[in-house]
């Protein structure tokens, strides 16, 4: 209550001193009264990155800068904490972001402590997001910058709409997965225009034979600009067989910083999709 008197007084003297002193002292005050905020996992990063003052966030996860973070150039020089009661205690923040960082130990310690903790949910379609959007900008009090986050999205999928004009699309990983219903994959293709050449709901390894004997018309690739060790280096969605047999009918190859989160930057993975059935 001090601060908020203290901060309004001093608008209050800018202003009789002159427009610009008021303009510079609001923004002063704005910045120091933006709540701090931490996010535990490379999910809630991109949420915080694009929706806190970045002088207002107190730290992100240790995965925040990696290569398949979207907003992996906005987090770099932030303090990285782990997902930990001690690193939530020495940031002190005033919000907290998760989706799949943390327990719930954590969350309830947290909340003990009094600090808000947003819980991101697993969106699996552009509703979904909106969602998760408007949770974060609310709670940091931004609902203006979560607006124009989802006005730009809104705008690319207006862009996209109808471009594959009704065409089956098969969607594969290099480690030989497809998505089917109830994924964000899925939402992109039908933003884009197409329809989804995989009916299994959710995840699902891809029917490898099947796809060599009958190829797909239209494919489209997912976190290949992503080496990796292990299976998908290695795995089924690199076969020869299979590269020979998609050869020619790759309409586009999505990196994977636009696919690891179900976020607002999906619509801009249906405006490539279109442009490329363009």
């Known amino acids: 209550m001090r601060a908020a008197l203290l901060a309004g007084l001093a608008v209050g003297l800018a202003a009789v001193a002159g427009p610009a002193a008021a303009q510079t002292v609001a923004q002063t005050s704005a910045q120091t009264s933006a709540k701090r905020v931490m996010s535990l996992d490379s999910c809630a990063d991109q949420y915080v990155l694009a929706l806190a003052p970045r002088e207002a966030v107190v730290g992100v996860s240790p995965r925040a800068d990696a290569p398949d973070s979207f907003l992996r150039a906005k987090a770099a020089g932030l303090p990285q904490r782990r997902a930990t009661i001690e690193a939530v205690l020495g940031a002190r923040p005033d919000v907290v972001v998760r989706q799949w960082g943390g327990d719930a130990r954590l ?37 203006a910058e979560g607006e124009a986050l989802l006005a730009r999205m809104d705008s690319d999928l207006a862009r996209a709409a109808g471009a594959g004009r009704g065409r089956s699309a098969f969607y594969l990983t290099p480690g030989g997965y497809t998505a089917g219903p109830n994924t964000m994959i899925d939402a992109m293709l039908r933003a884009a225009g197409f329809a989804n050449a995989s009916t299994q709901p959710y995840f699902s390894p891809a029917p490898l034979e099947q796809l060599v004997l009958n190829p797909p018309k239209t494919v489209v690739l997912g976190f290949f600009d992503l080496t990796r060790a292990g299976a998908d280096r290695w795995g089924p969605g690199r076969h020869a067989a299979l590269r020979k047999t998609t050869r020619g009918r790759v309409i586009a190859s999505l990196p994977g910083a636009m696919l690891g989160c179900s976020a607002w930057f999906a619509a801009d993975g249906a405006r490539a999709l279109a442009e490329a059935a363009r």
């Open 107 to 143: 969350t309830a310690a947290i909340a003990r402590r009094g600090v808000h903790t947003v819980s991101l949910g697993d969106a699996t379609d552009f509703d979904g997001v909106r969602a998760n959007v408007r949770q974060v900008a609310q709670a940091l009090n931004r609902p």
